[in-house]
């Protein structure tokens, strides 16, 4: 898998544009990347989660690893998360360090740089295999959250 995310810096803030799955494959190498901009006044992270589709714990510790490694003082924002992956990130907590928004305008750019190209039989088989990835996600995602339930302290 290739990085599936791209980063840009404007001013004091990152501007994060994840692709279809953040997770071991390619989190860490987020991490590493983000990780370069300790130390350089980061006020805010500004996630674009448009195109995400799976979301696994290690993508979850991406997150907090912005909270913590970049300053608690940072506002983060996920944008255009899927109800599926936002259910998730409330169950885990993540939502009282994270603010939640949505964008038209990523939205609409999403679709100019991800279906741009395709005709309209490609960008239905896109999207039918974006339905099917949430699905399955969704269906995993209780045993995700119960295991985790399980290790928790009282």
């Known amino acids: ?11 004091t ?13 390619n989190a860490p190498a987020l991490a590493k990347e983000l990780s370069c901009y ?6 805010k992270a500004v996630f674009d989660a448009t ?7 290690a993508g979850i510790r991406t997150f907090f690893f912005v909270y ?4 608690s003082h940072i506002e983060i924002v996920i944008v255009n998360c899927v109800k599926e992956i936002y259910n998730v990130l409330e ?5 009282s360090i994270v603010k939640f928004e949505e964008s038209i305008e990523k939205k609409n750019q999403y679709r100019i740089d991800y279906l741009g190209d395709m005709g309209l039989s ?16 969704s269906a995993n995602n209780d045993v995700v959250c119960y295991n985790m339930k399980l290790g928790q302290e009282d």
Do not use: W
């Open 38 to 43: 300790c130390g350089q006044g980061i006020e």
């Open 91 to 95: 169950h885990v907590g993540l939502n």
């Open 68 to 71: 913590h490694e970049l300053g």
């Open 122 to 137: 490609e960008i239905e088989e896109h999207t039918q295999q974006r339905k099917k990835g949430l699905e399955e996600f």
């Open 13 to 25: 803030t990152l501007d994060i544009v994840l692709g279809s799955e953040l997770s071991a494959a």
């Open 51 to 57: 195109g995400l589709t799976y979301l696994s714990s």
């Open 1 to 11: 898998m290739d990085k599936d995310f791209k980063v840009v810096k404007n001013g």
